[in-house]
């Protein structure tokens, strides 16, 4: 007799919503990725904006002050990427907060069909030492 699970579609069940939540926690690390370079395009800009002073001199006051003031949006650009940045990180420890309860909902399927399958084969093997232990018995008899 072989070995049937009678929770296997459960199990299967709790693979696929396992699966699911591994797609799920890809799609928001690559969120959190996409922002962080967009951050760091961000900052690389501003950086080489404040080396070079957009090779502005402080003789030209208006180009200067254009100079500034888009030297401050790029700043506030940054610490809009920056609050992204910590709301998709929150976004990314939900996704992995549930896929480690998914894990853990389908292991604990698993322990419960390694654990019948155990108790299955060892009362398989019972019964086949009793039909052997029968049959020598039987056999001691019949030479009696």
Do not use: P, W
Request: proline share 0%; glycine share 4%; charged share 40%.
């Amino acid at each position: 007799m072989k070995f049937k699970f009678s929770l296997a579609s459960v199990l299967n069940h709790r693979e696929v919503l396992e699966r699911n939540a591994e797609i799920a926690l890809g799609k928001e690390v690559q969120k959190q990725v996409k922002l962080e370079g967009e951050r760091e395009k961000l900052l690389k800009e501003y950086e080489d904006l404040v080396k070079g002073r957009g090779g502005i001199s402080t003789s030209n006051a208006e180009r200067f002050l254009d100079f500034v003031n888009y030297a401050e949006r790029l700043k506030r650009f940054v610490a809009m990427k920056n609050i992204e940045i910590k709301k998709q990180i929150e976004e990314v420890e939900k996704a992995r907060a549930e896929l480690i309860k998914k894990t853990q909902d389908k292991k604990a399927l698993e322990v419960l069909r390694d654990s019948q399958k155990a108790a299955f084969k060892l009362a398989e093997k019972r019964a086949e030492a009793k039909q052997t232990d029968e049959s020598a018995g039987r056999s001691v008899h019949q030479h009696l």
